[in-house]
């Protein structure tokens, strides 16, 4: 889980889903759910960046049928994974519900890099739609949590991503 949680931040999505896989069908294998359900939202991140959007789809419906309402953790990232996909779909509405809902979820908490990650996937989102300042505003919010956490590889990206002006 932790190593391709690694590979996530290095933006490296082909090694996270070999990391993420080999622990996932693990998991599975012993009936463990707790771990699984995370493990399943971080390999559903890695298959929507390798064009995957079936399988982690799968993945998510996996999490969703796994984890506790009180897991924060794949709760937020099971949010952020669906919005992408959705917009990537087409289906906007929805995805920034989700999307939202997921910042909301995280904002509630200390988990700094999650909340982080639940604004850049609502930024995606808001992209797509073509509500460019809000999703600018929502890239400002995840760089500075980034920046108090020294998450350093999500600190260049969502620099670059601000200089882009393209979640």
Do not use: C, W
Not at 131 to 137: F, I, P, V
Not at 142 to 154: D, N, S
């Amino acid at each position: 889980m932790y190593a391709g949680f690694v590979e996530l931040l290095a933006d490296d999505p082909a090694a996270a889903e070999r990391e993420l896989r080999d622990g996932y069908d693990r998991l599975g294998a012993i009936g463990e759910s707790g771990y699984r359900s995370t493990v399943a939202t971080m390999l559903a991140d890695a298959l929507v960046e390798l064009g995957g959007e079936t399988e982690a789809a799968e993945a998510l419906d996996t999490a969703e049928s796994l984890a506790q309402p009180d897991d924060i953790d794949p709760q937020v990232r099971l949010r952020a994974v669906r919005a992408r996909l959705l917009a990537a779909r087409g289906e906007l509405a929805e995805a920034e519900r989700v999307a939202r809902e997921g910042v909301a979820v995280a904002a509630a908490t200390d988990y700094v890099v999650q909340h982080g990650d639940a604004l850049l996937a609502l930024a995606v989102v808001l992209e797509a739609n073509g509500s460019h300042d809000e999703a600018a505003a929502a890239l400002r919010q995840a760089l500075e949590l980034f920046e108090r956490k020294e998450v350093v590889p999500r600190v260049a990206r969502v620099r670059a991503l601000l200089r882009t002006g393209d979640p």
